[in-house]
């Protein structure tokens, strides 16, 4: 990458923080007209325009950055009209090493409406900093989804790349947004492309360590996972040499797999689910109550109370029964969700070329799930562990190794409360127990355990019913 030699360690990185840094931009001197357009206020502007006349629009902060600049990172919409409608300079660049316009400080924040108002100005959308970054590469480095959406809408230049060799695509990749680098390679960008270093966009990802976006990528078609860059490095020294376990786990099983004849079967990923969805909690709740619960209420209960507290035993066998298929059904059910590659999407994409409320805050991406390319309708939302949108998402619990959503919420609070019931008469037992035979260390274990899971249980079902 344009920020990576030798053992891929970081110099700089072009595009960093503008509100801070060197890159695009540091804190502005006090001149009138810097500080009252970073106010974003246009009455201010207007003010100290009229009182100093329209040449101030002209000047550049210490840092050699134009009004515009400051306008544009902002997000001030109506002050950068302004601007316009008095010919101040919009499309200048820094006067520094960088050499950014007041575009690519839009692109930064994300801020569509300012880059379209640009762009109907007549600013190009592939213009370049000194850097070789466009607006579109500028947009990944910063994770700006719905920003690079409305950008390959408009028409930008795919195929675009910095100084380095890297395109929008390689630097998705290395800040590790996932989601923008699904809809990068749907929209024609080529995953094995090489910058000057060698490294590919996987080799990027390794280096972040985001485990979605290596397995996007290693499922693509032609992507050598072996390929080592012109330091002699894979994607799997990448992801060991900064400690990835979930990425350097995943590239391990698919090289033994690519160089094995056999089926692949990952016995591992069968019983312990796979690398970034962990089975170990739901796991840990079979074996607790299978090998340690059940046993010692069998043996240490169940004989010496059966007679003085009887109902309340077979109260506990219902509980524990209805708690049992409350689980099934909340692991197994279908959360609710959403159809994937529906057509609405590929309507939506291109919809973005003719939309022209961008000023009204109006945004036909903001309901897009480019990893699911599907329509997210209210209150929806992707879960990352299950990379699945889900409707009427609540949260991904590796309890019931499921999402909680519209289908199976119903399901999840029952599990929920039952379990909470049973926690409740299982310290009645422990505590009963204790008033008959005294303390043993399995009695204190088994106390311990029963107060670290009713505190649990108890504060997952107040967050539940809240």
Aim: hydrophobic content about 40%; proline content about 5%; aromatic content about 10%.
């Amino acid at each position: 990458m344009a920020t990576w030699n030798g053992e891929n360690q970081p110099l700089l990185e072009p595009g960093s923080d503008p509100t801070n840094q060197d890159t695009y931009g540091t804190p502005i001197r006090s001149h009138p007209i810097f500080e009252t357009i970073k106010s974003g206020m246009l009455i201010p502007v207007q003010t100290v325009v009229e009182q100093m006349g329209l040449d101030v629009l002209s000047l550049r902060d210490e840092k050699g950055h134009t009004p515009a600049h400051w306008a544009c990172l902002g997000g001030h919409a109506p002050v950068l009209r302004y601007l316009l409608e008095q010919k101040a300079p919009v499309n200048e660049t820094s006067h520094n090493d960088l050499g950014a316009r007041p575009i690519h400080w839009a692109c930064v924040n994300g801020h569509i409406a300012i880059v379209d108002i640009l762009v109907q100005a007549g600013v190009s959308l592939d213009i370049t900093d000194n850097k070789g970054c466009t607006c579109l590469i500028v947009a990944a480095q910063y994770g700006q989804t719905m920003l690079a959406g409305y950008l390959m809408g408009k028409g930008a230049r795919l195929q675009m790349v910095d100084r380095d060799g890297d395109t929008a695509l390689h630097w998705a990749a290395f800040k590790g947004k996932s989601e923008l680098m699904r809809l990068l390679i749907y929209s024609g960008f080529n995953p094995r492309q090489k910058d000057n270093f060698g490294q590919t966009p996987l080799h990027l990802a390794c280096i972040n360590g985001d485990i979605n976006g290596v397995k996007e990528l290693c499922e693509q078609d032609g992507v050598d996972i072996a390929l080592a860059d012109k330091n002699g490095k894979t994607p799997l020294m990448l992801a060991t040499g900064r400690k990835h376990t979930a990425v350097m786990d995943y590239l391990k099983a698919e090289l033994k797999q690519k160089n094995s004849f056999l089926p692949k079967i990952d016995f591992w990923s069968i019983v312990f689910g796979p690398p970034g969805n962990s089975k170990g909690p739901l796991l840990f709740f079979f074996v607790n109550l299978l090998c340690w619960g059940y046993p010692m209420y069998i043996i240490k209960c169940l004989p010496y109370t059966w007679y003085d507290l009887q109902m309340l035993h077979i109260v506990f066998f219902i509980t524990n029964a209805a708690m049992w298929i409350s689980l099934f059904h909340a692991s197994t059910t279908d959360p609710g969700f959403l159809p994937r590659n529906i057509p609405e999407y590929d309507m939506a994409i291109k919809q973005v070329a003719h939309f022209d409320e961008w000023k009204q805050g109006e945004n036909p991406l903001s309901r897009l799930c480019h990893t699911c390319r599907t329509v997210k309708p209210l209150r929806s939302k992707h879960c990352k562990v299950c990379n699945r949108c889900v409707k009427v998402f609540d949260h991904h619990c590796p309890y019931i190794y499921n999402c909680v959503g519209v289908n199976n919420r119903h399901w999840f609070l029952s599990f929920t409360l039952i379990t909470l019931v049973n926690i409740y008469i299982t310290d009645f037992f422990c505590y009963y127990i204790v008033h008959l035979f005294g303390w043993d260390w399995l009695t204190i274990i088994g106390a311990i355990e029963a107060a670290v899971l009713t505190i649990a249980v108890t504060g997952l079902s107040a967050m539940m019913v809240r």
